[in-house]
């Protein structure tokens, strides 16, 4: 379902740039409270993009509960109950110091945590509480972004550092979650090794997806994972620039290490023009791991998921177990590179995209609302107990930081290959 409703966004996003017959753009506020106020916004085109999102994902995720043989007249009061605090969390976040300093992640997990840890989610809120349906779903759409071209433009460079780097800490954070802190939730480690070394919220999605982890579980990793990505938004451009680190190498640092995709182009523009392209390159090219590491993921947990601990199964119960959507993910990029662009020039995919990114942003906050909604304090402070999964993510980050800054240094500083050109 994920699939066939990131695939229809897709080709109407597409047809409606192409042609230009129609708009198809989602809701987006633009940031209020210094020069201009909130309602200023609202006209007549402000209303018809909201409500043009409100149908859209209200038709096609509705069609998927009715495939799934759901009770649809429940879920659609409950959509739009969720629908509207979604839309709260898009009007937050656009206020002026609540946008310099966090992302709409952040208000939509803390929000759907106040009402549930205050006065409850209401009973008939739940059917539209569909975590991995809307998650999965933004993947997808989101997968018709990461062009190979984009690897292209940085070359080696790029690739050896966000690829070279992301394996190890993985590895590390692994031994260091089972073997040093006994972790005993493997779905939870390796959940959490994919969001510190790869691209925070996204790939712990993915990667949880793929190892069947728990969503209070998963709440636990993205909420470490925002609040570490706000304060690392915040100093690490400040100590490369006390570094003294070349614009080209502190965007690729920060490209490399801050998890969340947006906080690396508002790091990155601290430090100039060069520094925001290295840092959403070099994190673009990370993204492209997102996929690897689901399947990898999914092959190792679907191979003991069955008996004793190594226990192997076959083919048919890793096909079962693999999150389809990383399919989803890989083919809307390989359409996007290799059929889109060469037939309609960059510049069109990357209109399409712009308006692909709000839908995908509104499905993650979707997503976000829910994992709060279900979430409480009560079960987070229980995963807490003996800070291990803090512990693991302050120790792989601190690694993640080091590791990339020496091969930032021995690829980007000119002493051993010449500095390239962005």
Not at 31 to 59: C, N, P
Not at 315 to 335: C, D, M
Request: with cysteine; glycine share 10%; proline share 3%.
């Amino acid at each position: 379902m994920a699939m066939a409703i990131g695939f229809i966004i897709i080709a109407i996003a597409a047809i409606s740039v192409i042609t230009g017959a129609f708009d198809f753009a989602a809701a987006k506020f633009a940031t209020w409270g210094k020069d201009s106020g909130l309602l200023e916004q609202f006209d007549a085109a402000m209303v018809e993009s909201i409500v043009r999102t409100l149908l859209v994902y209200g038709v096609l995720f509705s069609g998927a509960v009715l495939l799934m043989r759901e009770n649809v007249k429940k879920y659609l009061p409950a959509f739009l109950a969720v629908f509207v605090l979604a839309l709260l969390v898009r009007i937050i976040s656009a206020e002026y110091t609540m946008n310099r300093y966090l992302e709409w992640a952040f208000f939509a997990i803390i929000i759907g945590l106040l009402i549930s840890n205050t006065v409850g989610t209401p009973e008939w809120m739940k059917p539209a509480i569909k975590t991995e349906l809307y998650i999965k779903t933004g993947l997808v759409i989101m997968g018709f972004s990461v062009l190979f071209s984009k690897i292209l433009n940085f070359g080696l460079y790029g690739i050896g550092i966000a690829w070279g780097v992301t394996p190890i800490v993985i590895i590390v954070m692994w031994i260091l979650g089972t073997r040093v802190f006994k972790m005993k939730d493997e779905a939870t480690v390796i959940t959490m090794a994919a969001a510190t070394s790869v691209c925070g919220t996204s790939a712990a999605i993915a990667t949880g997806a793929a190892s069947g982890i728990k969503k209070s579980d998963l709440s636990l990793v993205v909420s470490i994972s925002i609040l570490a990505t706000v304060l690392m938004m915040a100093f690490e451009p400040i100590i490369i620039d006390l570094l003294g680190l070349s614009p080209i190498m502190g965007g690729a640092l920060i490209g490399g290490t801050i998890d969340s995709t947006g906080a690396v182009a508002v790091a990155g523009t601290a430090l100039g023009e060069e520094a925001q392209t290295a840092a959403v390159l070099v994190k673009s090219i990370q993204n492209i791991l997102i996929g690897f590491i689901a399947f990898a993921v999914a092959v190792y947990f679907a191979s003991r998921g069955k008996g004793d601990a190594g226990a192997k199964v076959g083919v048919s119960e890793i096909w079962k177990r693999f999150p389809k959507f990383v399919i989803g993910f890989f083919v809307a990029s390989i359409v996007a590179s290799f059929l889109v662009q060469p037939m309609f020039g960059l510049d069109t995919v990357n209109s399409i995209n712009k308006v692909l990114d709000q839908y995908k942003n509104w499905a993650f906050i979707l997503a976000f609302l829910s994992i709060g909604l279900e979430t409480n304090f009560r079960e987070l402070r229980s995963k807490l107990s003996g800070g291990a999964p803090l512990k693991l993510y302050v120790c792989g980050q601190a690694f993640n930081i080091v590791l990339t800054f020496i091969v930032v240094w021995f690829l980007l500083s000119g002493t051993f290959f010449p500095i390239p050109e962005l």
